[in-house]
């Protein structure tokens, strides 16, 4: 194995292992994934069913929690979201709803009013001697209404919906969490380029080292070519001298005579 393809796993297995950090409590006991966040007033019941209070209103099953998507689903234990759009006020926690919010008007009527109108009436909140709608906030109240609470939730009343989930999905936005996440990012990106600049330089020192042993190569196979070219003037100058051992005498003879100056 080279030495690139060894730098390229070290860096897949450093980003991995960054990927994995991420916590999602669907992975894992809802209770137990809970106890990092005091600050939610989360608590289990003996049946481990996690719980969570709010302030002036009460208590709400939590569903599930997502930390990636920061995002919290809730049960009405009562069976009632709208008695929970009506009351809940998240004015002193942390949370906000996940979902575009609209004005809706809750209004109590002493009579029924006509099916064939557009108001639906919520059965939770009524009873024999009362009926609750639910109706957008710039229609006119009916003469046999009064106006309860003008309220933004995420969604008005339909018979089609659960009564005790649809649209109780809350997110939140935590200063420490923040910071806690983008010291992680930094810490993530900062891991990110120093491998980065492991990578290069091993491909650099890689590519260097090959230079090197190209040139070693290269010079190793001069040095041979050389070799092989003075065997074969030793080989056909032997077999010159074996045709003619006369010739041969006097031609390394020649070189030795010594000439006479005259001046």
Not at 24 to 53: R, V, W, Y
Not at 164 to 173: A, E, K, M, V
Request: glycine letters at 4%; hydrophobic letters at 40%; one cysteine or more.
């Amino acid at each position: 194995m080279d030495i690139i393809s060894i730098l390229l796993i070290n860096l897949f297995c450093c980003v991995f292992l960054l990927t994995i950090t991420k916590v999602s409590s669907e992975d894992a006991d809802i209770c137990t994934s809970a106890k990092g966040l005091p600050q939610f007033n989360l608590f289990c019941t003996d049946n481990k069913t996690l719980m969570i209070h709010f302030p002036y209103y009460g208590d709400l099953v939590v569903k599930s929690i997502a930390y990636d998507t920061r995002s919290l689903d809730l049960l009405d234990p009562k069976n009632c979201v709208h008695e929970v759009f009506l009351n809940l006020n998240l004015s002193f926690t942390p949370f906000t709803y996940y979902y575009d919010l609209k004005e809706y008007r809750y209004i109590n009527c002493s009579a029924k009013l006509d099916t064939a109108s557009d108001f639906v009436q919520v059965p939770c909140l009524s009873g024999s001697t009362h009926h609750v709608y639910v109706m957008e906030s710039f229609s006119p109240v009916p003469v046999s209404c009064i106006s309860v609470k003008t309220v933004a939730i995420p969604f008005s009343y339909s018979p089609y919906l659960s009564d005790n989930s649809f649209g109780l999905r809350l997110t939140w936005n935590d200063d420490d969490e923040e910071e806690e996440n983008s010291g992680c990012k930094e810490k993530y990106f900062k891991v990110l380029g120093i491998t980065g600049i492991i990578l290069m330089a091993g491909i650099l020192l890689y590519a260097i080292i090959s230079e090197c042993r190209q040139q070693l190569n290269e010079e190793k196979k001069k040095v041979k070519d050389t070799i092989i070219c003075e065997v074969e003037i030793d080989k056909l100058l032997g077999e010159y001298e074996a045709l003619n051992p006369a010739k041969f005498v006097r031609l390394h003879q020649a070189p030795t005579q010594q000439g006479t100056c005259v001046d």
